[in-house]
């Protein structure tokens, strides 16, 4: 919630109310005159609020950019520096004269001190919560504001010593802070500081509302029976409060009203539900509450809200275990990915990041994106946004990867943080589930961590893990929200039979243990909520590591942003199985993409052929914090991979996909819309010159929300050669196609694509054509743009339109790769 949308609140009460006068609370940000130093040093350098210290030492050209070629490697002496941020600010009476003035810093990150006017109000231990401090006593017309950094490395050194035992995955445990700054096998070790959400100082005179959520007593087609709840500062009785719905007023409470004032009751009439965008409207709800002292304004707040029931569907059945989502008691096939930070330095982020990125998650036809645990609590718009579009959050709490201390001043921070965060996020219909951790629990289990420890200090590690994950943060979660909890992501880990019939599964046997793609269709969970294959990113990323034109996958500064070990291997491995190994480097960049999306889609079409036995599928990962090689569909600059592309076909509310086993055929349609289709489609037998070998129709219905089998065929009745043929199944307007050959054994036609180009209103269109089938067509260009469509497969003697949307006036470096160029 910002203040700076108060103002509007306040206008309209002011017009609807005939208000006679405003005492509100008055907020100011404090984000001007920074300046930051090395604690031991004299010298000052100018600092941006929100911020940390790697980004103000880059704009300050005091360190290269840590994002290009090997420059990581030389900035690990910031994390090892103590860091100091000042700065001066003016008050005047109409801010000093009122009765409470309060500071509050969103986000520190971590270890810090804060002075106001050299008095010590703050000692702060923790990135994830807000620290507040009531400062009036210490304010004057001129004020200096200091925060002095310790190093988090002198905290967790003081921590292990106390702890008397090695926990797994390092010193990072001890600190609450986004854990992937200390590296991860997609990201850099960036381990920053920093006052990294907003500073706001806010006075006022009598109640201030704190904050707001909203919970529902019943809700039916006919009526929504709803209580607001508001967080009241200061004196709180003799108060009347107004309820606006959608800016209409439809409730005055007053003391003659036998309600606490906290908690007021309201209705809406023949309310609209909140649905994931797939399945319906995210219809959102604008509730607004004036706090009033007769016809004076005292404060007001506001905020967008959802009416949906949710819930996590975890009930024992003849194969093992179900998971899934019912929304509105209708069972939600999740579709998606897992999300991870847009930036290892928060404040490069901008609003417009969120939009695009979630603009991109809905583009994809995705519906759910899972918060990973090793990242950040996000900031209030990305869930605004889910909100507003209609995408299901899984949200993990910030713990990921290893074991964690279970002494009383850490669980302590546990608590507040936990606390914070689900007060702060509880109102956003988007958020479908809170997970303890991702992969505690798989890695105490299977990863070793055990080995080489006494029964007892076993015994005390796993009895800490359930006390945060088995006590404090489901007893908060139960007590704050009405949205289900989950100990860790996975149940199972991998080396544990029951991961393919129990709960949610992270089935790592692709890419880590290099098990073939068809595993994906022979081991199906109940809910994938991780599975992943790494590619190479866009070629503007490539050159912009390099701070080169030219394309170099070999230069050492490249090499760095590879951070899984064996990353490089495992890419050529997987291409080696199933498609050609070119030699020249941006052509092995395209085909590293090809192997990425061959895998994945592969594994959607066999998880959503598998409902309602499986109901989710979520693959590792949709973006990156930086440069890199990892398993992102869409990398750092926004450029979409050839995953991205594939996915969106892939996650279509209406699938048809095939599958040939023992040389028979079959089809299946999946439909996650809540109504039924009719189906009126043609099956083709094509060569890659576009002859008919074979032809039928099917008219059938796909049923709502579910998968079936509506073609079953002998391929061994029909004569043909599998690496020159494709099945095309079309309707009106779509189509989808299978092939019979790996891809390397596709006996494609090396032929020209002939194409035109024209400019449009919003870019260009570009027209294709080929006399022979051209798999996996790549369009490219340095221009900056996006292609409505990509690496797609161009049909024999049929025209492809694609738009090319820019800002640029021309386009004369269109260029375009297919796999054809690669076979024989």
């Known amino acids: 919630m910002h203040r700076f949308i108060y103002i509007i609140i306040f206008s309209f009460v002011l017009l609807s109310c005939s208000t006679k ?238 309600y606490s004032p906290q908690s007021i009751p309201f209705e809406i009439k023949k309310p609209k539900l909140w649905w994931p965008h797939n399945i319906g409207e995210p219809y959102l709800y604008d509730i607004k509450v004036v706090a009033k002292n007769g016809n004076t304004i005292l404060d007001s707040i506001s905020k967008k809200i959802g009416l949906r029931t949710i819930e996590l569907v975890n009930e024992k059945d003849s194969i093992g275990e179900s998971f899934y989502f019912k929304v509105n008691d209708v069972p939600v096939y999740a579709k998606g990915a897992n999300y991870i930070p847009q930036h290892s330095f928060q404040n490069q982020v901008s609003n417009q990041h969120y939009e695009d990125l979630l603009n991109d998650v809905v583009d994809a036809n995705m519906n759910m994106l899972r918060v990973w645990g090793g990242g950040i609590y996000e900031n209030d718009i990305f869930y605004d946004l889910c909100d507003e579009k209609g995408i299901l959050v899984w949200q993990d709490f910030m713990f990921a990867c290893a074991m964690y201390p279970g002494d009383e001043d850490f669980l302590e921070n546990v608590q507040n943080e936990a606390t914070y965060n689900l007060k702060r996020l509880r109102n956003h219909p988007s958020i479908a589930l809170w997970c303890g951790n991702n992969e505690n629990s798989e890695g105490w289990h299977r990863w ?54 129990e709960g949610d599964a992270h089935d790592w046997w692709i890419w880590h243990d290099a098990y073939p793609f068809e595993h994906l269709e022979q081991h199906v969970p109940r809910f994938m909520s991780e599975f992943g294959m790494q590619a190479f990113p866009s070629y503007e990323t490539i050159k912009y590591i390099n701070q080169s034109d030219s394309i170099d996958i070999s230069s050492e500064g490249f090499k760095n942003h590879q951070k899984h070990h064996r990353g490089f291997q495992l890419i050529e491995e997987y291409m080696r199985r199933d498609f050609p190994v070119p030699t020249k480097a941006e052509d092995y960049v395209y085909m590293s993409q090809l192997v990425q999306v061959h895998g994945i889609t592969m594994g959607i079409e066999a998880h959503r052929r598998a409902k309602p036995y499986n109901m989710g599928t979520l693959y590792w ?87 079936q089998l509506i073609f079953a065929m002998d391929l061994a009745n029909i004569k043909f050669d599998k690496q020159t043929t494709v099945l095309r199944i079309s309707s009106e307007d779509k189509q989808w196609l299978k092939y019979f050959a790996k891809p390397k054994d596709l006996k494609l036609l090396n032929q020209d694509i002939i194409w035109q180009l024209s400019k449009s209103q919003n870019g260009f269109v570009i027209e294709l054509f080929s006399e022979t089938l051209q798999k996996d067509v790549f369009l490219y260009t340095d221009v900056k743009g996006h292609f409505s469509d990509n690496f797609f497969d161009l049909l024999p003697n049929e025209t492809k339109i694609i738009e090319f949307k820019t800002e640029a006036t021309t386009l004369d470096d269109l260029q375009f790769k297919s796999l054809n160029e690669f076979i024989n």
């Open 448 to 501: 070793g961590w055990q080995a080489n420890r006494s029964d007892e200090e076993k015994e005390d590690i796993w009895n800490n893990y359930l006390k945060v994950f088995d006590s404090i943060l489901p007893k908060t979660v139960k007590q704050l929200t009405d949205i289900d909890y989950w100990e860790s992501s996975p149940k199972y880990g991998r080396g544990n039979p029951n991961y393919e019939f």
């Open 21 to 258: 006068d405003v005492k509100t609370p008055i907020t100011i940000q404090l984000h001007d005159n920074w300046e930051f130093k090395q604690v031991d040093s004299t010298k000052w350098h100018r600092a941006t609020i929100p911020g940390e210290v790697h980004s103000d030492l880059l704009k300050n050209e005091l360190i290269e950019d840590p994002f290009i070629g090997n420059n990581e490697h030389n900035l690990q002496w910031i994390s090892e520096t103590h860091w100091e941020y000042k700065t001066q600010f003016s008050l005047d009476n109409n801010i000093l004269d009122k009765k409470h003035i309060e500071l509050n810093f969103e986000g520190l990150d971590t270890y810090a001190k804060v002075f106001l006017n050299d008095s010590l109000i703050l000692n702060t231990n923790n990135a994830f919560r807000s620290w507040e401090k009531e400062v009036k006593s210490l304010l004057k017309p001129e004020n200096i504001l200091k925060v002095v950094f310790t190093k988090p490395s002198d905290i967790e050194e003081k921590e292990k010593a106390k702890l008397g035992y090695q926990l797994p995955e390092g010193n990072r445990i001890f600190t609450r802070k986004a854990q992937f700054q200390y590296g991860w096998d997609w990201g850099p070790k960036l381990n920053t500081m920093g006052i990294w959400r907003p500073v706001t100082l806010t006075a006022s005179n009598n109640l201030r509302i704190k904050n707001m959520y909203t919970t529902k007593r019943e809700l039916n087609d006919s009526i929504a029976k709803m209580y607001v709840h508001l967080d009241l500062m200061y004196n709180t009785s003799g108060y009347s409060f107004e309820v606006f719905v959608n800016d209409s007023l439809i409730k005055i409470y007053d003391k003659s009203i036998q």
């Open 621 to 707: 990962q949709l973006n990156d914090c930086w440069p890199s090689i990892s398993w992102s569909s869409i990398d750092y600059f926004g450029n979409w991979k050839a995953l991205h592309y594939k996915a969106k076909q892939s996650f279509e509310n209406l699938l048809l996909s095939s599958t040939v086993h023992d040389n028979k055929l079959n089809i299946y349609t999946i439909n996650d819309a809540l109504t039924d289709i009719d189906l009126d489609l043609k099956l083709e037998l094509l060569d890659f010159n576009g002859n008919s070998i074979w032809s039928d129709v099917i008219k059938n219905i796909a049923e709502a929300n579910a998968s």
